[in-house]
């Protein structure tokens, strides 16, 4: 049987270290830019949550202050109308609509709607408490996001465990190599 000589063994030891820094680095710069547009994604719809609740109350107030006729309020809500439905197209556009959470949010924005609907009374104490259901639901949403941002995406997370688990095959095998050198001597 030939025997390596140590320094092969070494170079070869050097190489694998190398290529492994290299890949989790690799690995840990993708995955942190990921969850960076993660955070972002999750500050833009709170934010969008934000628009759309305010523009409601907007409405609401402007239909309570009762300022005229049906053509006055519209003049002054018109912008809160539209501020609404971008708000929540854009909300529609960042959820899944197959998740449970996100369905969750959906239904309550679909509630919200409803109440805003033309012909339909103004009910404050209906809309204060669909909003308050929709921020609870958002909530949900927003901290299992936050959650995939602290953990990490499943390759990051499958990558660390790879590394750990090479790190210690290669010390396992470093050890029996340099008791085998030991013995051999």
Known sequence: MTEIPPLA???????????????????????????????????????????????????????????????????????????????????????????????????????LEKLLAPGVAMDYSEMNRVEKELVAEAQILLKNEWTRVRNGEAAYRFAKVAALLIVFVGLVALTVFAALQLASQ
């Open 9 to 111: 063994i070494g170079a070869i030891v050097a190489a694998l270290i190398t290529g492994l820094v290299s890949l989790l680095g690799l690995i840990i710069s993708k995955e942190q830019k990921i969850s960076e547009f993660r955070q972002a994604w999750i500050d833009s719809l709170r934010s969008e949550l934000a628009d759309l609740i305010s523009h409601a109350n907007a409405i609401h107030g402007a239909g309570a202050a009762a300022f005229g006729s049906a053509s006055e309020i519209w003049k002054i809500v018109r912008d809160d109308f539209v501020g609404i439905n971008k708000s929540a197209a854009n909300i529609r556009l960042r959820l899944n609509p197959k998740e449970k959470e996100a369905q969750a949010v959906l239904g309550k924005i679909e509630s």
